[in-house]
């Protein structure tokens, strides 16, 4: 189990800190469940993390590699304003990576970060409604999402100010008429999270799609998500990522490499 690995310095494939090769097993990990449950859009979007115990770098996919073939050790590390800092003959979507750098260096508690394309993401994000609370899963945000009006492809630096401003305390924020990015404390959190987000849009495109749904009422909406924390405690998201790491390990286990 990748998550629960203590790698011996001594062995690592390649030159890094153990703390860094168990990062780059999580984030490989995470590219190819989200290959696997069809997340991903070809050789774009970006899943990013931090490497522990570096405040100024991160770990990202290298461009030009499907998703699928994403690995621990071709995993490139960066620092903030996306300079390499490990050899590699890969190159870096910097501009890919302007957005997820904003939110890495204006909060600290952003340690992974993911950014997607999907169909029922982004026809949510296309929505004047945004994401409503008609749903198990939608219920679980309501409040708790940022929307960021559409600028155009997200690659200009002096955007960052207003993508801070207009996620605030939350760790979703909706670009509209583009898609949504998602954030957490850990790789597991972020992945969790997505999940139920996914999942949210999902449910909102198919309802639609065959009438007015059924909106929940606030005070209903107050018990969900107060048992929903009751729940969810201790590392938010790790058994789910757990159970995922495993079954794409039974499919391919080269992302290991």
Not at 2 to 25: G, H, N, V, Y
Not at 66 to 71: A, G, H, K, L, S
Not at 97 to 120: C, E, N
Request: with cysteine; proline share 5%; net charge negative.
């Amino acid at each position: 189990m990748a998550t629960q690995l203590k790698p011996d310095a001594d062995k690592l494939p390649i030159d890094c800190s153990p703390e860094e090769w168990q990062a780059r097993l999580d984030l490989a990990a995470c590219y190819r469940i989200f290959d696997h449950m069809g997340w991903c859009e070809g050789i774009y979007n970006h899943i990013t993390l931090r490497v522990p115990g570096e405040r100024d770098a991160f770990l990202i996919n290298p461009f030009g590699l499907m998703w699928d073939e994403v690995t621990a050790s071709n995993l490139i590390k960066i620092d903030a304003e996306g300079n390499k800092l490990s050899d590699s003959p890969h190159p870096v979507n910097l501009a890919g990576f302007t957005q997820h750098s904003t939110f890495h260096k204006a909060l600290d508690w952003a340690h992974a970060i993911v950014h997607t394309h999907t169909p029922d993401t982004m026809a949510v994000c296309c929505s004047k409604e945004g994401l409503t609370p008609h749903n198990f899963y939608s219920c679980f945000f309501e409040g708790l999402v940022g929307y960021h009006d559409f600028e155009g492809i997200t690659v200009r630096n002096e955007e960052g100010e207003r993508l801070v401003q207009n996620l605030g305390n939350r760790q979703v924020l909706m670009l509209k008429n583009h898609g949504p990015v998602l954030m957490g404390r850990t790789i597991h959190e972020m992945f969790f999270l997505y999940y139920m987000f996914q999942r949210a849009g999902e449910v909102q495109v198919k309802t639609y799609s065959i009438g007015e749904p059924i909106i929940v009422p606030p005070e209903v909406i107050e018990v969900h998500q107060r048992d929903r924390d009751l729940m969810l405690v201790d590392d938010f998201g790790k058994l789910d990522f757990q159970a995922w790491t495993r079954r794409i390990d039974k499919i391919d286990s080269s992302w290991r490499n």
